[in-house]
């Protein structure tokens, strides 16, 4: 979850304001259009650094460092290869931003793949992706749900929210049914979710945090046993990674991933009271650095639930108390009773 969960591997989409430096003039289509050709075969031999060049403090902050983002360029290069043939290309103004869509067949990908780069009008990318169809956010019959069980959220502290909204823009789990509204959770201190360069676990901010249970319900599903991935590797074969699922009745499930191995105080058929420790934040799974994700859902399944708006109860979003809060991508939030 975070960056990747339930993404397929080959998929890198950030998108930050930029600013580039030394540009003359505002860029017009031709200049972005040519900046586009220039930085294709970077994206295509997977080579990062000619691509990291061009992003600002903000795109920087979304991979982390410069470390993190050469390792997911390598994963997504070594998942589809070199670009073999561009079949279709277009530019296009969205809101003064230049987006460059590319139809390319991959050298390892059986299907063609879709290459956007976004370039604002100073020159600098503002998004990059590799994905085998523009994404869409999931049908959902459950957008005026209104959720039954009194939700605490899940954590201690003040958390920043790094994905969560109705839309894409807000939360790519929204190409999810069953993620359609989730959360991932990260601390920050100066802008930052870690010291140094963030390559040991222990670098985090929220390493070890403890996650709790936000509502009273019982365990039905639990994982303990896998191990935390390093930073910027991946286990898309185990996408949640340790964690739980709480029936908290009335058709309402919570799910909380990623969590240390060896960490869970509860096992499947407990049952659990609102704040119980649950166990503490790791980095098992498909994500990309340690997070707590958290989403609500219909079932117990997360191959086949419908995912279900989840509002807290009690919490300070963005340091003002609230009664009820559904906090989206950019916010913070903590329990204020």
Same mark, same amino acid.
């Given at each position: 979850?975070?960056?990747?969960?339930?993404?397929?591997?080959?998929?890198?989409?950030?998108?930050?304001?930029?600013?580039?430096?030394?540009?003359?003039?505002?860029?017009?289509?031709?200049?972005?259009?040519?900046?586009?050709?220039?930085?294709?075969?970077?994206?295509?031999?997977?080579?990062?650094?000619?691509?990291?060049?061009?992003?600002?403090?903000?795109?920087?902050?979304?991979?982390?460092?410069?470390?993190?983002?050469?390792?997911?360029?390598?994963?997504?290069?070594?998942?589809?290869?070199?670009?073999?043939?561009?079949?279709?290309?277009?530019?296009?103004?969205?809101?003064?931003?230049?987006?460059?869509?590319?139809?390319? !067949?991959?050298?390892?990908?059986?299907?063609?793949?879709?290459?956007?780069?976004?370039?604002?009008?100073?020159? !600098?990318?503002?998004?990059?992706?590799? !994905?085998?169809?523009?994404?869409?956010?999931?049908?959902?019959?459950?957008?005026?749900?209104?959720?039954?069980?009194?939700?605490?959220?899940?954590?201690?502290? $003040?958390?920043?929210?790094?994905?969560?909204?109705?839309?894409?823009?807000?939360?790519?789990?929204?190409?999810?049914?069953?993620?359609?509204?989730?959360?991932?959770?990260?601390?920050?201190?100066?802008?930052?979710?870690?010291?140094?360069?963030?390559?040991?676990?222990?670098?985090?901010?929220?390493?070890?945090?403890?996650?709790?249970?936000?509502?009273?319900?019982?365990?039905?599903?639990?994982?303990?046993?896998?191990?935390?991935?390093?930073?910027?590797?991946?286990?898309?074969?185990?996408?949640?990674?340790?964690?739980?699922?709480?029936?908290?009745?009335?058709? $309402?499930?919570?799910?909380?991933?990623?969590?240390?191995?060896?960490?869970?105080?509860?096992?499947?058929?407990?049952?659990?009271?609102?704040? #119980?420790?649950?166990?503490?934040?790791?980095?098992?799974?498909?994500?990309?650095?340690?997070?707590?994700?958290?989403?609500?859902?219909?079932?117990?399944?997360?191959?086949?639930?419908?995912?279900?708006?989840?509002?807290?109860?009690?919490?300070?979003?963005?340091?003002?108390?609230? #009664?009820?809060?559904?906090?989206?991508?950019?916010?913070?939030?903590?329990?204020?009773?």
């Amino acid at each position: 979850m975070m960056k990747q969960f339930m993404v397929a591997a080959c998929v890198l989409l950030l998108s930050a304001t930029a600013q580039r430096v030394n540009a003359a003039a505002p860029v017009d289509s031709t200049r972005a259009l040519a900046l586009a050709h220039e930085l294709r075969p970077h994206v295509s031999a997977g080579t990062p650094g000619p691509l990291w060049a061009v992003f600002d403090d903000a795109m920087r902050t979304a991979m982390g460092d410069s470390t993190r983002f050469a390792a997911a360029m390598e994963g997504i290069h070594l998942q589809v290869g070199t670009i073999v043939e561009v079949l279709s290309e277009e530019m296009e103004q969205d809101q003064g931003v230049w987006v460059y869509r590319a139809t390319c !067949r991959f050298e390892k990908a059986p299907d063609p793949l879709l290459l956007l780069i976004a370039i604002k009008a100073d020159g !600098r990318v503002t998004g990059l992706g590799v !994905r085998p169809q523009p994404p869409k956010a999931s049908a959902s019959t459950k957008l005026d749900y209104v959720v039954k069980s009194p939700l605490q959220f899940p954590a201690e502290g $003040e958390w920043s929210v790094v994905g969560r909204g109705r839309t894409l823009e807000q939360n790519y789990h929204a190409v999810s049914k069953a993620q359609r509204f989730a959360y991932d959770l990260l601390i920050m201190k100066d802008g930052a979710t870690h010291t140094g360069e963030g390559k040991a676990l222990t670098d985090y901010y929220c390493y070890g945090a403890t996650s709790t249970a936000p509502a009273e319900g019982t365990i039905v599903w639990s994982c303990d046993s896998l191990p935390n991935q390093e930073p910027g590797v991946m286990d898309p074969a185990h996408p949640v990674g340790n964690g739980v699922v709480i029936d908290h009745g009335n058709g $309402e499930f919570s799910l909380i991933a990623h969590l240390q191995p060896h960490s869970q105080h509860f096992k499947v058929g407990d049952r659990v009271k609102t704040g #119980d420790a649950l166990g503490k934040c790791g980095n098992s799974g498909n994500t990309t650095e340690p997070h707590l994700h958290y989403h609500l859902q219909d079932g117990p399944d997360i191959t086949t639930a419908e995912g279900l708006p989840a509002a807290f109860t009690g919490v300070c979003v963005d340091g003002k108390p609230v #009664d009820t809060a559904e906090p989206t991508r950019g916010q913070t939030i903590k329990r204020c009773r």
